[in-house]
């Protein structure tokens, strides 16, 4: 056993404790060194998790294939164990922390008898940063490991970090422990323990459920944190959009999973209106912690350093900033393999491969059937890559500041067919509170479930937010009143449709003319349409230079419909109901008068 490269009595005996439970055969500290790293590829690609893709084409870049059943979070497996349920929420599954404990431990116990243990310690957020909080996790997958290597900052720095740590009120370390186990989908669990500052997760190999600094940390486990120190951890991008007079203003931006946040996160500016001059400045596509600061506007950094982004569907024209960004140094995750040993997905750019490795390992060809009659995709519909920030043109050269970027506007955002417009603003806090928490989306295939299906999600955190929804209601409302100036809140929608079924919204990188209305709005530029649901465009304040759409289409797209929006709200009393007494007066308060603003309207 290698020595512990750490004096920190409370990570000693943490790790001499779940390693007695796992009984790994050897313990290896992960120091974030190039030569580690290396030697770990080369492991990996031995024992079959990696295939070391064509160095020439593709240098540093790796494809891993997860177990079939094994390729998206699984939410109904996902719990929130704390002692009272009603911490938890109607929006959790829970599990008292004595009965998750108890039944983890069957599962974990000697589960990594023939395999080493890692321990990676990493700090999500820049190492030292007033924002930042340090985990350690423990997992017998070098896939993990290498993935957390590109996710997170980790190493000996973070240790060091940890060990000058003062002994103050959120010090410490989040413990996370993870098991591949026998990859068993009944027997996997996510377990989340926000009393205990720990999470464990057994069973799986997916991404969002093993990275565990992710999901788990940055947005279960800190949201708990953030409510109790009076911050905010949210499942947002951050893009700073440089106006041409070399101004930047930031804004954060909440979808639901594979809802957009990546491609909006990185985008081109549009050919038309690039005479302009703006320039888009990457800082996030999926996380951000947000702090009121010294002068009383809010603040985020996002607390990754990599990006695990949906595959199919990213190319040239929809994400071109993607594609260069993972051209090296990236582990992709169930895509085809192509002959020259580069990959390739739906949606990908140039022709379809005439055949390849599909992302369950058999050998492909385009439109072949399986058993069902369904054609059968090369890679998987949430084939993910995960490629390090700085590889993007676009990253933001903000990244590092301890202090983050001021945030001017908060967007929210779902996948609708009909019923949300195009852009929204809302009248102010209280209401753009009321606008995020009764959001909707279909469900992609992020996730286990019914593609298409409608559900509430609220602030794109209903399979994120670690505690009672309710509370959290309540903490956005309070954070405004922290706030000199709270961000405006907006809600846009890419993805209305036409009679049948096309989007009616060229989308990607021309969203950039709907965040300069935005950001007209924010500097007071342009005054607005005021509808029952809040304040809409005049059609001709959307800079439209160098694209046409069809007569009457953005009236369509920003179309606010009486009787959709009555059918809304029958929705969303359905989901406040979930929550009983424990729902804000003011959310409801906020619904009833969206009610009888819409009777009123024509
Ligand atoms: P997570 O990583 O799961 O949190 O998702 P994300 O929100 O970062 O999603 P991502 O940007 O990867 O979006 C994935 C899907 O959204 C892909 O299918 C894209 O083609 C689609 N998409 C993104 N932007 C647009 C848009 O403006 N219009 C349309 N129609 N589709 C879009
Ligand atoms: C999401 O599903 O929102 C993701 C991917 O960003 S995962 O990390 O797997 O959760
Ligand atoms: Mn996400």
């Not at 350690?136 to 900052?153: A, G, K, P």
């Not at 002068?295 to 594609?323: H, Q, R, Y």
């Not at 055949?355 to 060809?365: L, R």
């Amino acid at each position: 056993m290698e020595k512990f490269p750490t004096t920190n009595k409370k990570l000693i005996v943490w790790v001499n404790l779940m390693a007695k439970l796992c009984s790994p055969v050897r313990i290896v500290w992960i120091n974030g060194s190039e030569e580690q790293k290396q030697l770990l590829e080369n492991e990996s690609v031995a024992s079959g998790e990696l295939i070391r893709l064509n160095q020439d084409k593709l240098p540093g870049c790796f494809l891993h294939r997860t177990a079939h059943d094994d390729v998206s979070r699984t939410e109904h497996l996902t719990f929130i164990c704390t002692k009272k349920k009603r911490d938890a929420g109607p929006n959790n599954n829970w599990m008292s922390p004595a009965a998750a404990y108890r039944k983890a431990k069957t599962i974990f116990l000697n589960a990594m008898a023939d395999r080493t243990m890692y321990v990676i310690p990493f700090s999500m957020g820049p190492v030292g940063s007033p924002f930042s909080k340090i985990g350690v996790e423990l997992t017998d997958s070098r896939y993990v490991v290498l993935n957390m290597l590109i996710m997170t900052r980790c190493g000996q720095d973070v240790l060091k970090q940890l060990e000058a740590q003062p002994l103050q009120a959120g010090a410490g370390f989040t413990k996370c422990l993870h098991s591949k186990a026998k990859l068993d989908i009944n027997k996997r669990m996510i377990l989340h323990f926000p009393e205990d500052n720990t999470i464990w997760s057994v069973n799986s190999g997916y991404g969002g459920n093993v990275l565990l600094g992710k999901k788990c940390l940055s947005l279960r486990i800190a949201s708990f944190v953030a409510k109790k120190e009076k911050w905010m951890a949210e499942h947002m991008l951050i893009m700073g959009i440089e106006e041409p007079n070399g101004h930047v203003e930031y804004v954060a931006a909440a979808f639901p999973s594979a809802c957009g946040k990546t491609n909006l996160a990185m985008l081109v500016p549009p050919e038309g209106l690039k005479i302009k001059g703006y320039r888009i400045w990457t800082v996030g596509d999926d996380i951000s912690w947000m702090r009121v600061d010294s002068d009383g506007s809010l603040w985020a950094i996002n607390p990754e350093t990599g990006f695990f982004g949906v595959a199919p569907g990213t190319n040239l024209k929809s994400n071109p900033n993607m594609m260069e960004t993972i051209k090296k140094n990236t582990i992709y995750t169930n895509v085809l393999l192509k002959q020259d040993f580069t990959v390739w997905w739906e949606g990908a750019d140039g022709e379809v491969p005439s055949e390849g490795i599909d992302w369950k390992g058999n050998p492909w060809k385009p439109n072949t059937l399986d058993a069902g009659g369904k054609v059968i995709k090369g890679a998987h519909a949430n084939a993910r890559f995960t490629a390090p920030i700085v590889n993007c043109p676009s990253a933001s050269f903000r990244l590092e500041q301890h202090h983050g970027v001021p945030i001017s506007a908060i967007i929210f955002g779902g996948r609708r067919e009909h019923v949300a417009p195009l852009v929204y603003e809302s009248f102010n806090w209280q209401h753009g509170i009321f606008v995020a928490a009764t959001m909707g989306s279909e469900l992609t295939a992020a996730q286990v479930g019914k593609l298409g299906q409608v559900r509430r999600d609220p602030m794109a955190m209903l399979p994120f937010c670690g505690y009672n929804m309710a509370d959290y209601f309540k903490h956005w409302l309070n954070m405004g009143k922290l706030m000199v100036k709270p961000p405006k809140i907006f809600h846009v929608n890419w993805f209305r449709t036409d009679d049948s079924g096309g989007f009616l919204w060229p989308g990607f990188c021309e969203n950039l003319r709907i965040l300069e209305w935005i950001l007209d709005r924010c500097n007071n530029k342009v005054t607005a349409v005021t509808t029952p649901i809040g304040y809409i465009p005049k059609p001709s304040d959307i800079d439209m230079t160098g694209i046409t759409l069809s007569d009457g289409v953005l009236e369509k797209l920003l179309k606010v419909d009486k009787e959709e929006w009555l059918g809304e709200l029958k929705g969303i009393r359905k989901f406040f109901a979930d929550f009983k007494k424990d729902l804000p007066k003011e959310l409801m308060g906020e619904y009833d008068a969206l009610m009888e603003r819409l009777k009123k309207y024509e």
